[in-house]
């Protein structure tokens, strides 16, 4: 490695000036080998070298020149690494790009470096400060302006700076230079009055683009229409005064869809008392009554996750949250602070729960599509391309699961080319806690008048303002680049440990929650009920920068932060604890019964609201809807003598393939509970159901899957969402989870949800999430919904687009298994086993990938008969109890053909099978039988001893011996008694693995 | 019967400290969970001990390096006392995260009892990217306390950066000396880099060592995440072929050995 040491003068460094460490590697640099790979990949093919320095700029001023050598050897490690102080590190290149980040983001590395820094020199240390930034190094005959592409594309513009020089350049100026994204703030900000005493057309503006700011820029969408800004307008009138700046942010926040669910809440056509009143909650009060003694439920829609019964001793939690407007923008960091987000939700449980298994779901455009859309005209500010989408987001949950230790067993990948102007992440966390805490019910809580607000994690900054309003609105050029927070996982984590573990016990506490959506405004006033009334002094709370308007600390998303409800002879016990555990805990107010929201900044009361307004004030929306006409046009393409080569399609298609790429770069083994894992069988195939185990000392197990089919939507809302019940469902099932204890989490994901025909397709969907939850008495225990997952933009050709997602209801399951052992597998287990099929196969070929495959819709989607899959399911159960069944895969998209093809493939054995005697009903082609999605089917194996045992516990219902499992082809003989299929089971390995592979 | 104590590390990021913990109570020793902070605090905790455990996580999220800065914390508080601990011949564990702590500390591989001295890393995986799967291990003649009887042993590894490197003076007296534990396998036989059964391209497929004595070891491979039969990847598949034998299901898997090795040299 040639470093010319020699051809740089020593900057001078001294007392009190900022110094620059730079840390490069000495051996073979395997991040530097994949960043260009990448950068190669993204079209930049003349790139031919690439090499890393990680950048430590420190502001410290009473550390000299040996202390900071001794910094450059804290923070690298001399085996492989070597570091330079105050000259820069500079190979062979040709262009010098430094990625660091914007004033006031989040710097995790950064904060550790300062940590260990003044760990070692104490005192001489205090008021370090450190910047981590990252300085790459290419070799190729590239332009400036391909610089400048790339660092664009390895870096978001909207939280991280991007400073590209060419050697020349570099050299001249002896190297990147020290920049030091310091925050300068307006040192004296205060709260402003708003005039609401205005016209109906200004008055609507206010609520749609926000406050006017003093330099005359609106300061981001308030998301009130404008009834709702006339009835804040009258509240204010009646109080004889103008509202302030941070009562309006407030009430907006409060009032915003995201946290009041409006479109949920309201009036719509008959249904008077809302769809979540009268059909949601209403079928899970009616399936918890029709179980009578055997309900699990504990905790349902009350708190941040819903509870069930696991043992006698614990509850299990879950929670499904969505994170798509931020993930749009900034697809790490949307993920991120998704996952770590709704790990709060477990931990806001109760008294906290602690959390034991992620989930997550993603729905993305094809990462092959690179066509540019554009959020403003004249192609400018293109929004990010699927591919890059995708591996942001996935990455995102990488880092926010692994570092917080939590298990990420269970998730998926749906395509669809709609989601390309918004992509929706699902991200979920399960949660175990005792049922009593010193012989106390852990689920109940209650701030009473006089204990202290403590807010506890991460300090307040400027990122996330406007979450909550910003996803409660379209994605278009107007959405605040301050809405993606920063996640931190670490933070939490030790946040997490001491609540959870240690502050629990102890009965430090008498109420906790989230700081999610709406930050403190919406903890602080959430938790002011349980009591109330709230009394706060704003300047308490600790920020990460001074100067902040009192409004951005009030509504501030930043992550990594909970509300407590503290007894005041416990407030020193519960800050010394949390001292001692590197975590933050501020006393910022206290509670009380007042009546009011009062908030005060320095002494003057800056929001004096009552709680009754803040929480009811917002008037109910009244809505129509209008049921849209569906109708597509049968496919008539002709049935294909040999399916073989369709059949490995149909297992290369998107939808279907192989994900093990996200399944390995999430730890699924971490906390030692993982029993049936995300890759089943010797051939590693994605399974569609996880089960853990969350306590080593039970042989108790949790069982969880989801469920969706968007594309069903296409034809019936109402199929749709019964087909996503049913397969949740029926995925447990198959692993051997029982029907009788199975709950359900709804997420809606629907877009443009004030267009008639929208919420005809919304009231459908509901309507089927009723009916089936009734009949499989599977009661909702949590749901969420985002309401507006639509873009607005332009073109290639400068045309303006929408682009909305396709109404997607995603349905996750929760099942406790009793003996983790009668556990069920996917895969095939040993040759000679019988091959079967549980549930009848009808004309269902709608909506479904086949279709899709031949670029049709169709009209014959999937219908579920609850009736008849109750009895299969139960009859399947019973079968798995008695270990019968070597193995089980549930049927989903594409049908028998690739479930069977899945069997065979995670087992890497073959199978012979005749499809002549799959139950069936009208059916009269071979690629429909074998492709149709039909709901409520299974495809187990068993072994031939069990035969008649097996076949007498399944009596009653449709299923039937198919063929056998054995060599190492997949062969299947058709109605007409002719072969129609041989395929080698490697080239159905190969069809699985190849559309995703090089991710 | 004798228990000895196996103190387990937990804060800062740290997240395998309970099963870590479990599996040792498993073993028959009886584990505490401590927090770094209150270690230093209180630093005869560690004189109560036999064991200490450094287990996996992201300590600090792996700012400035794995293991980087919770080496630098222990290394600025708590040198002499785990200086002590270690010359009373009582035993020290790194797992994963606890394993680049503790040859960041430079507790391995302590060539010539140069405690301190770093000399062997774990650099990022050649995949560049977090790896979680199960990996076949092959135990190399050693002097390892834990690894006693084991010939072969699978378990899962969950790190992003678990290349093991060191230069080649090292290598040989590594090897040399009976420090080389596990190696990366397939088929039995060291995986000769090969991915993905070398996961993350560790240099002599290495994937854990202990110091001269045998009595400090460090691994990247989770053992506390293979004790129970339910928890092996292949169990589905061996809980067929031994129904089908009318064999009962074992309820351990081998990984529970690395911890009772540990506490029956107390014995």
Redesign the interface.
């Known amino acids: 490695m040639d470093l010319k040491k020699d051809s740089f003068k020593l900057n001078c460094l001294g007392v009190g000036l900022d110094s620059r460490i730079e840390v490069f590697s000495k051996v073979r640099d395997a991040r530097a080998e994949t960043k260009l790979k990448k950068i190669i990949a993204a079209g930049f093919k003349l790139v031919s070298g690439a090499e890393l320095a990680d950048v430590y700029t420190l502001e410290s001023p009473l550390l000299d020149e040996k202390d900071i050598e001794k910094c450059g050897s804290l923070l690298s490690n001399p085996v492989m690494q070597g570091f330079l102080i105050g000259r820069p590190f500079c190979p062979e290149f040709d262009f010098a790009i430094e990625i660091g980040f914007l004033p006031g983001v989040t710097d995790n590395v950064g904060n550790t470096a300062a940590e260990t820094i003044r760990d070692v020199f104490g005192k001489k240390a205090e008021g370090t400060v450190v910047y981590s930034s990252q300085a790459l190094f290419l070799k190729g005959k590239i332009s400036s302006a391909d610089a400048k592409a790339i660092g664009e594309s390895l870096a978001n513009s909207l939280i991280q700076r991007i400073h590209v020089k060419d050697r020349a350049g570099f050299l001249k100026e002896n190297g990147m230079g020290i920049v030091i994204p310091k925050v300068r703030l307006d040192p004296s900000p205060e709260a402003d009055l708003v005039d609401l005493e205005v016209s109906d057309e200004e008055l609507a503006l206010i609520g749609k683009a926000g406050i006017m700011d003093k330099n005359s820029e609106r300061r981001g969408p308030l998301a009130l229409d404008l009834e709702s800004m006339k009835i804040i307008r009258d509240y204010f009138k009646g109080l004889g005064r103008k509202p302030s700046d941070i009562e309006l942010e407030s009430l907006a926040q409060t009032w915003s869809e995201h946290c009041k669910h409006t479109i949920f809440s309201a009036e719509l056509d008959e249904i008077k008392n809302g769809l979540f009143k009268e059909k949601i909650k209403k079928a899970t009060e009616i399936a918890r009554e029709k179980k009578g003694k055997n309900d699990n439920c504990v905790s349902v829609f009350t708190d941040n996750s819903g509870g069930i019964n696991f043992d006698e001793t614990f509850l299990v939690t879950h929670k499904v949250e969505t994170h798509n407007s931020p993930s749009a923008l900034d697809p790490f960091g949307g993920a991120i602070t998704g996952i770590v987000g709704v790990n709060r939700d477990a931990m806001g449980f109760g008294m906290g729960a602690k959390p034991i298994v992620n989930v997550y779901g993603f729905c993305f455009a094809d990462p092959k599509d690179a066509k540019l859309i554009f959020k403003s005209r004249d192609l400018k500010n293109p929004i990010l391309p699927p591919e890059r989408i995708m591996l942001g987001i996935i990455e995102g949950v990488n880092v926010g699961g692994n570092c917080s230790g939590i298990p990420t067993p269970q998730g998926f990948m749906f395509f669809d080319s709609r989601y390309k102007g918004k992509p929706l992440v699902f991200v979920g966390t399960l949660g175990l806690i005792p049922k009593l805490l010193n012989g106390k019910d852990s689920t109940l809580k209650e701030a009473v008048p006089g204990d202290a607000i403590v807010m506890v994690g991460n300090r307040v900054g400027q990122d996330g303002i406007h979450g909550a309003t910003f996803s409660s609105e379209a994605l278009s050029s107007g959405s605040p680049a301050t809405a993606v927070q920063i996640g931190d996982p670490i933070t939490q984590k030790k946040m997490s440990d001491a609540l959870v573990k240690e502050a629990r016990g102890l009965e430090l506490y008498n109420s906790i929650t989230d700081n999610g959506a709406g930050g403190l405004s919406c903890s602080v006033a959430e938790m002011a009920k349980e009591c109330n009334g709230c009394a706060l002094e704003l300047e308490s709370v600790p920020l990460k920068y001074p100067g902040m308007q009192p409004w951005k600390t009030w509504v501030s998303e930043s992550q990594e932060r909970m509300t407590l409800a503290i007894p005041k002879e416990k407030v020193e016990k519960f800050v010394s604890l949390m001292e001692r555990r590197g975590v933050e805990a501020t006393v910022i107010g206290e509670f009380n019964d007042s009546g009011k929201c009062i908030v005060k900044n320095n002494g003057k009361t800056i929001m004096d609201i009552d709680l009754k307004f803040l929480h009811d004030g917002l008037p109910k929306k009244t809505l129509h809807s209008k049921l849209p006409e569906k109708m597509h046009s049968e496919p008539s393409f002709k049935e294909e003598k040999n399916l073989s080569k369709q059949l490995l399609e149909m297992l290369s298609r998107l939808n279907i393939c192989s994900r093990e790429f996200v399944s390995t770069q999430y730890d699924h083994e971490v906390q030692g509970t993982s029993v049936l894992k995300p890759l089943q069988g010797k051939g590693r195939v994605n399974a569609e159901t996880s089960v853990s185990r969350p306590s080593l000392y039970s042989r108790k197990g949790v069982a969880i899957s989801q469920a969706l089919y968007p594309k069903y939507g296409d034809i019936d809302s109402y199929e749709m969402a019964a087909c996503a019940i049913d397969s949740a469902i029926k995925n447990l099932v198959a692993a051997g989870a029982k029907l009788d204890g199975i709950v359900l989490l709804d997420n809606f994901c629907w877009c443009s949800s004030l267009e008639p025909e929208r919420l005809g397709e919304l009231k459908q969907a509901v309507q089927a999430c009723f009916d089936l939850a009734v009949k499989f008495e599977t009661p909702f225990i949590s749901g969420k919904d985002s309401m507006f997952n639509d873009f607005k933009g332009f073109d290639e050709n400068n045309s303006p687009v929408k682009i909305s997602v396709p109404p997607t209801l995603l349905i996750s399951s929760m099942g406790v298994v009793e003996d983790i052992e009668k556990c069920v597998s996917m895969d095939a287990k040993i040759q000679g086993d019988l091959v079967y099929v549980l549930g009848e196969t009808k004309n269902e070929l709608g909506g479904g990938e086949f279709f899709a495959m031949k670029n049709a819709i169709g009209n014959s989607v999937p219908k579920v008969d609850s009736e008849k899959a109750i009895l299969l399911y139960r009859a399947l159960s019973n079968a798995i109890e008695a270990g019968l069944v070597a193995s089980c895969q549930p049927v989903g998209l594409g049908g028998l053909g690739v479930a069977v093809a899945k069997t065979c493939l995670a087992g890497n054995l073959g199978t012979k099978i005749d499809l002549k005697k799959a139950p069936q009903n009208g059916l009269e082609r071979n690629d429909f039988l074998l492709f149709s999605e039909s709901q409520s089917r299974f495809v187990a194996t068993v072994a031939e001893k069990n035969k008649s045992a097996f076949e007498q516990a399944m009596k009653g219902n449709a299923f039937a011996e198919i063929g056998s499992i054995g060599g190492k082809t997949i062969e299947i003989t058709g109605l007409n008694g002719k072969k129609i299929a041989k395929i080698k089971l490697d080239d159905a390995d190969e069809a699985y693995r190849k559309t995703l592979r090089g991710y | 019967m004798y228990k000895p104590t196996a103190l387990v590390l937990?804060?800062?990021?740290i997240?395998?400290d309970?099963?870590t913990a479990?599996?040792f109570e498993k073993a028959g020793s009886a584990p505490r969970i401590v927090?770094v902070?209150?270690l230093i605090?209180e630093p005869k905790i560690l004189k109560q001990a036999q064991i200490l455990a450094f287990p996996?996580?992201?300590s600090?999220?792996?700012?400035?390096?794995s293991g980087?800065?919770l080496a630098?914390?222990i290394r600025?508080?708590l040198w002499q006392e785990l200086l002590e601990f270690i010359d009373k011949k009582n035993l020290v564990i790194g797992i994963c995260n606890g394993f680049q702590a503790i040859t960041?500390l430079g507790l391995l591989p302590g060539i010539g009892k140069k405690y301190g001295e770093?000399?062997?890393?774990l650099?990022?995986?050649?995949?560049?990217?977090?790896?979680?799967?199960w990996v076949s291990l092959v135990s190399e003649k050693n002097k390892c306390v834990f690894t006693k009887g084991i010939r072969g042993i699978e378990m899962?590894v969950?790190h992003?950066e678990g290349?093991f490197?060191?230069d080649k003076k090292i290598l040989k007296q590594l090897s040399e000396r009976g420090m080389v534990v596990f190696k990366y396998a397939k088929n039995g036989k060291p995986a000769k880099g090969e991915f993905p059964f070398n996961p993350n391209?560790a240099m002599l497929d290495i994937a854990g060592i202990c110091d001269e004595t045998g009595r400090i070891f460090g691994l990247m491979p989770?053992p506390?995440?293979n004790?129970?039969f339910?928890?092996r990847?292949?169990w589905?598949?061996q809980?067929?072929?031994l129904?089908?034998k009318g064999l009962p299901?074992p309820e351990e898997s081998d990984g529970i050995t690395i911890f009772r090795n540990a506490v029956n040299y107390f014995k």
């Open positions: 937990t804060g800062y990021g997240n395998c309970e099963e479990f599996a927090h902070n209150d605090a996996g996580g992201f600090y999220g792996d700012d400035t390096g980087n800065a630098n914390k600025n508080n960041n770093r000399s062997v890393a650099a990022h995986n050649n995949s560049a990217r977090y790896e979680c799967r899962p969950a992003g290349k490197i060191a391209g989770h506390e995440r004790v129970f339910t928890q990847q292949d589905q598949l809980k067929e072929l129904k089908r299901l």
